[in-house]
């Protein structure tokens, strides 16, 4: 298992090696040890899967609000997704910019998202799952989000944006989250935050 920077602080590219033969491979997804080892959160509170029935579809860009931020580990079980992450540290040298990367069935790539970003994704194929590892459980009063096309973030969606929740599609802009939500720069990262 590898684990490597991306532009964005904390938020981390983690690629399986996977141990091959005749009959097919292994493949270690998670490792408390290395997580510890790379300053990520190894608590794993809540674990969930997302069915994708069409390709374009997009969901996000979705957090959950402080004081129960969390963090995420995401992969692609079955299909492919360009997957997001969009720093909202208040603070932050990268608020406001955004990490995309492609994780799929294939290549086996997961990205670990801090807490202080907001995460989505949009499926490059049909029938795509992901699945989520996330450090806390689900709060509903504490759902939030901003808006996937919001200008000032800009994300490039590899395809034009499909089969939006209602919800996702009146989502705030960045600009407009109240800063009761997001918790300042430096206070997320590290493995015991």
Same mark, same amino acid.
């Given at each position: %298992?590898? *684990? ?22 292994? @493949? ?5 040890? +290395? ?17 994708? /029935?069409?390709?374009?579809? !997009? ?9 129960? %931020?969390?963090?995420? /580990? ?9 997957? @997001? ?15 995309? *990367?492609? !994780? ?24 795509? +799952? *992901?699945?989520?590892?996330?450090? @806390? ?15 000032? +973030? ?9 089969? !939006? ?5 009146? /989502? ?22």
């Amino acid at each position: %298992m590898q *684990v490597f920077d991306t532009p964005l602080s904390g938020c981390r590219l983690i690629k399986p090696t996977p141990l091959s033969d005749e009959r097919g491979y292994f @493949v270690r997804l998670f490792d408390a040890d +290395v997580f510890v080892a790379h300053d990520l959160n190894p608590a794993l509170a809540q674990a969930s899967l997302s069915y994708n /029935l069409q390709k374009g579809t !997009l969901r996000g860009l979705h957090f959950q609000a402080h004081p129960r %931020m969390e963090d995420k /580990l995401v992969r692609c079980a079955s299909g492919a997704v360009f997957d @997001v992450a969009v720093d909202i540290r208040p603070g932050s040298p990268t608020f406001g910019q955004w990490y995309g *990367v492609e !994780l799929s069935a294939d290549n086996n790539y997961q990205l670990y998202i801090p807490a202080g970003f907001a995460h989505g994704f949009q499926a490059l194929t049909s029938n795509a +799952v *992901v699945a989520y590892h996330i450090s @806390v459980p689900y709060d509903p009063a504490l759902t939030a989000g901003l808006r996937f096309d919001d200008p000032d +973030v800009a994300v490039d969606w590899p395809l034009p944006p499909a089969h !939006l929740s209602e919800r996702d599609r009146c /989502l705030p802009r960045l600009s407009e989250l109240g800063s009761s939500c997001l918790m300042p720069y430096p206070g997320f990262g590290g493995a015991h935050q």
